[in-house]
Nanobody, 132 residues
């Protein structure tokens, strides 16, 4: 079992920045991707960014939603089992609950999927509110 805990959410003015953290504990896996998703009230869960976890040649690859490219940066600290989402130039439309999730994979497989159903474990989420 993998436990994921998000932190770093809060209230920020438009144009501001926040850094979200996703800390993993329990059984961890060498080959997986860790993604960030968000869900606003009344809307479906939406892909934000994902990163391959491996420390090998395939590690550190990233993929972003078009709506956050150039503003958000996903990164990982393997030693601390933590993935970060640096969010800059925040907009009101970024307001949502942000979730991190892991997509467990096999050695040699590099998949950076945007489909929520392909992720196996989820955190409880952290609220991000951007005031205009």
């Amino acid at each position: 079992q993998v436990q994921l805990v998000e932190s770093g959410g809060g209230l920020v003015q438009a144009g501001g920045s926040l850094r979200l953290s996703c800390a993993a504990s329990g059984r961890t896996f060498s080959y997986c991707a860790v993604g960030w998703f968000r869900q606003a009230p009344g809307k479906e869960r939406q892909f934000v960014a994902t990163i391959s976890w491996s420390t090998g040649w395939s590690g550190g690859r990233t993929r972003y939603a078009d709506s956050v490219k150039g503003r958000f940066t996903i990164s990982r600290n393997v030693a601390q089992n933590t993935v970060y989402l640096q969010m800059n130039n925040l907009k009101s439309e970024d307001t949502a609950v942000y979730y991190c999730a892991t997509d467990l994979q096999s050695p040699g497989l590099v998949r950076l999927t945007i489909v929520p159903e392909e992720y196996d474990y989820w955190g409880q989420g952290t609220q991000v509110t951007v005031s205009s």
